[in-house]
């Protein structure tokens, strides 16, 4: 009877060290999610107008996203044919559009690519447009008449001068660490492996081990297992 009473006792704490770890976990990982923030990031992040990029973006509300531009003189403006304008978002946040086109012309800088959901959340990632050292603006050139070769100077002497080799990069790769850190997803994520993998030996152990000893124990015992 005692056996019994123990073994319902350790049922009854098992359940209750799960039912804890669930309690603690489940709201952790809906705090994180609610506080995650759209990210937009682009296949490069510079070079001519008129080049198409490929745009991706995570922890967004599923739907339909917008997507725009706003140039460096702060002139809003939105993508067209063939142009993709608008993304779909899937139920995990993400999205990827292979088919959003520059304008041909524009000036040169800094332009922002803007991704608006459906719940009005936006995020931005940043191109910048390259432009010639005598251009006010960047854009798709027209070819230009070829010009009329001169006659070529004869080179004159030059002495070459040995390149300083930089340690910058070496420093900056030895000081990195062996293991990147943890995030607080993934720690949440040990936390339950470890939770679960504590339940299911302490289940082991009620299931088993006790009940077993307690029957070798008594059939041990002198005048054990006769009637």
Not at 132 to 153: F, M
Not at 170 to 175: E, K, L, P, R, V
Request: glycine share 8%.
């Amino acid at each position: 009877m005692a056996r019994i009473v123990i073994i319902r006792l350790l049922y009854i704490v098992l359940f209750t060290i799960v039912c804890e770890i669930f309690s603690m976990t489940s709201p952790a990982f809906a705090y994180f999610k609610a506080n995650q923030k759209p990210e937009v990031s682009l296949s490069i992040q510079q070079g001519p107008l008129g080049v198409t990029l490929t745009v991706r973006g995570k922890n967004f509300h599923a739907g339909r996203a917008s997507i725009s531009y706003i140039d460096p003189h702060n002139v809003a403006g939105v993508f067209v044919a063939p142009s993709d304008s608008s993304a779909q978002v899937g139920p995990h946040g993400t999205f990827v559009s292979t088919n959003i086109i520059m304008p041909s012309s524009g000036p040169a800088g800094d332009w922002k690519i803007a991704v608006t959901d459906s719940k009005r959340a936006t995020a931005i990632a940043r191109y910048h447009v390259l432009a010639a050292p005598e251009a006010q603006s960047a854009g798709v050139s027209s070819p230009s008449p070829t010009p009329i070769p001169s006659p070529t100077p004869i080179p004159s002497p030059t002495v070459r001068s040995t390149p300083a080799i930089s340690t910058v990069g070496i420093a900056n790769a030895t000081s990195r660490p062996p293991f990147p850190p943890l995030d607080t997803a993934s720690t949440i994520l040990v936390l339950l492996v470890v939770g679960g993998t504590l339940g299911v030996a302490a289940l082991m152990l009620v299931l088993f081990i006790i009940p077993w000893s307690e029957y070798f124990h008594e059939r041990n015992m002198p005048g054990g297992g006769q009637w």
